[in-house]
């Protein structure tokens, strides 16, 4: 259980054009998701907090405009990089966020998307 | 805010040995978890173990084990028993009850034969 898919795995854009990424929670609902990014060898930053019915919330630094993040139902969360440039290729990973006993909840991660903008 | 440090960029290790892996962390709050992740190079992000702060005893799976020292904000992740499988990338990783997490810089692990 507890399995977190996006799509696609890999895309190719040219600049200036956008590009939306979906992560799906298939097994569970989700009320919040994460969205991440990672350069190669890096560490993962966390971009946003995606909450289902409302805004997300983004992290000092990350461009709202720029990363549209729309968390439509409990399971489907998707990231629009729109009017992509070379400087936004990177690796995205999206998490979904799974409440557990007690106050606890865990996180379940996609496998990422591979963006690349020529 | 919470910070986490990694401070070993790469390690390396012979099958079969055992290995840690250093992690310090620096927080306010009271309530929080720690985790440590590996990231093998298909990138998906996989659970190797988590400890609630609350707790003192120190958690273990299987070949996996933390030493989690909260006066000294430290937790870090011992492995036994290399095997080249656990060839990956380790991020340490703070998580709050609400589920956030701040990651380490990561420690590139090699299991050597």
């Known amino acids: 259980g507890a399995v977190v898919s996006q799509h696609p795995s890999w895309v190719i854009c040219k600049s200036g054009t956008s590009v939306k990424i979906e992560c799906r929670s298939l097994?569970?609902?989700?009320?919040?998701m994460f969205w991440y990014r990672q350069f190669p060898k890096q560490s993962l930053m966390l971009m946003a907090t995606s909450n289902e019915g409302s805004k997300a919330t983004y992290e000092q630094g990350v461009e709202k405009d720029k990363f549209l993040i729309n968390h439509a139902s409990l399971t489907l969360s998707t990231l629009t990089v729109t009017s992509a440039h070379p400087e936004d290729s990177s690796f995205y990973i999206c998490?979904?966020?799974?409440?557990?006993?007690?106050?606890?909840?865990?996180?379940?991660f996609g496998p990422g998307t591979r963006l690349t903008v020529l | 805010a919470q910070t986490v440090t990694q401070s070993q960029p790469e390690m390396s290790v012979q099958e079969a040995e055992t290995v840690t892996l250093s992690c310090t962390y620096d927080t306010s709050e009271n309530n929080y978890y720690l985790f440590w992740y590996k990231q093998p190079p298909s990138r998906q992000m996989i659970l190797v173990i988590r400890?609630?702060?609350?707790?003192?005893q120190n958690a273990t799976e299987n070949r996996f084990s933390v030493n989690f020292q909260k006066a000294a904000k430290s937790f870090s992740l011992k492995i036994s028993d290399s095997q080249l499988g656990d060839t990956a990338m380790y991020f340490c990783a703070f998580g709050t009850s609400y589920g956030k997490l701040t990651f380490g810089q990561g420690t590139i692990l090699t299991v050597h034969p």
């Open positions: 400890q609630e702060a609350y707790k003192q």
């Open positions: 998490s979904a966020s799974l409440p557990l006993a007690g106050d606890r909840n865990e996180q379940f």
């Open positions: 097994d569970f609902q989700a009320t919040t």
